[in-house]
């Protein structure tokens, strides 16, 4: 499974911006994608994730919650993550990330198989 990111940028605070993350090769249907960021000098935090079968449940980080969301367009094999209310704090990488098979929602990122190649995006006050 390849995953493209794409969609990262500078952008006020209070702005919105959109991510989106193509994946390609071989396709799954079970399992989970995700969003995880990460700052210089910190880890990678797990940011929103969203199932792939069914309706496609969704999963965030406390941080985000009421200002970021995640969607798929399955058709696509596409995620996007609409992240709107931007803070300087949402200053980061974003990586997109999937495993495949697992039931429970992953949110560390040793439990992802697969990551996309990482997006900046910057906010400025």
């Known amino acids: 499974v390849q995953l493209q990111a794409s969609g990262g940028g500078l952008a006020q605070a209070g702005a919105s911006l959109r991510l989106s993350c193509a994946a390609s090769?071989?396709?799954?249907?079970?399992?989970?994608m995700g969003w995880f960021r990460q700052s210089p000098g910190e880890e990678r935090e797990f940011v929103a994730a969203i199932t792939r079968w069914s309706v496609g449940s969704t999963f965030y980080a406390d941080s985000v919650k009421g200002r970021f969301t995640i969607s798929t367009d399955k058709s696509k094999n596409t995620i996007f993550l609409q992240m709107n209310d931007l803070k300087r704090e949402d200053t980061a990488v974003y990586y997109c990330?999937?495993?495949?098979?697992?039931?429970?929602?992953?949110?560390?990122?040793?439990?992802?198989?697969?990551w996309g190649q990482g997006t900046q995006v910057t906010v400025s006050s």
């Open positions: 090769g071989q396709t799954f249907s079970a399992g989970f």
């Open positions: 990330a999937a495993v495949r098979g697992v039931t429970t929602t992953p949110t560390s990122a040793d439990e992802y198989e697969y």
